[in-house]
Nanobody, 126 residues
Framework: VQLQAFGGGLVQAGGSLRLSCAVS????????MGWFRRTPGKVREFLGG????????YYVDSVKGRFTISRDNAINTSYLQMNSLKPEDTAVYYC????????????????????WGQGTQVTVSS
């Protein structure tokens, strides 16, 4: 199973970016998807995730109301729409997949995910 995250870049504060995570080599419709980020010197931070059914979506408080996670099972892709970006959102962003058993399950820790993308850099200028 391979995950490829793309869509990062440089954006001004207040702007938007949409990250995509394309999954190949597995059964995407059975994977819960999560999004993380990491800044230098810090651990990988969970931002939110979506169950494999798409019926449950979870966000951490720091991004709730600004970020939106979605998925399109027809094209094996998950998305992270980021609005109202702030300089503190600058990080490398990662997508991850978990071979879920429960349709409404959204894993919240690094250890729960089975597959990872390579990361894409997001830089927000002030």
């Amino acid at each position: 199973v391979q995950l490829q995250a793309f869509g990062g870049g440089l954006v001004q504060a207040g702007g938007s970016l949409r990250l995509s995570c394309a999954v190949s080599g597995g059964t995407f419709s059975r994977y819960a998807m999560g999004w993380f980020r990491r800044t230098p010197g810090k651990v990988r931070e969970f931002l939110g995730g979506i169950s494999f059914s798409g019926k449950r979506i979870y966000y951490v408080d720091s991004v709730k109301g600004r970020f939106t996670i979605s998925r399109d099972n027809a094209i094996n892709t998950s998305y992270l729409q980021m609005n109202s970006l702030k300089p503190e959102d600058t990080a490398v962003y990662y997508c991850a997949a978990e071979k879920a058993v429960v349709s409404a399950h959204v894993p919240g820790s690094v250890e729960q995910y089975d597959y990872w993308g390579q990361g894409t850099q997001v830089t927000v200028s002030s």
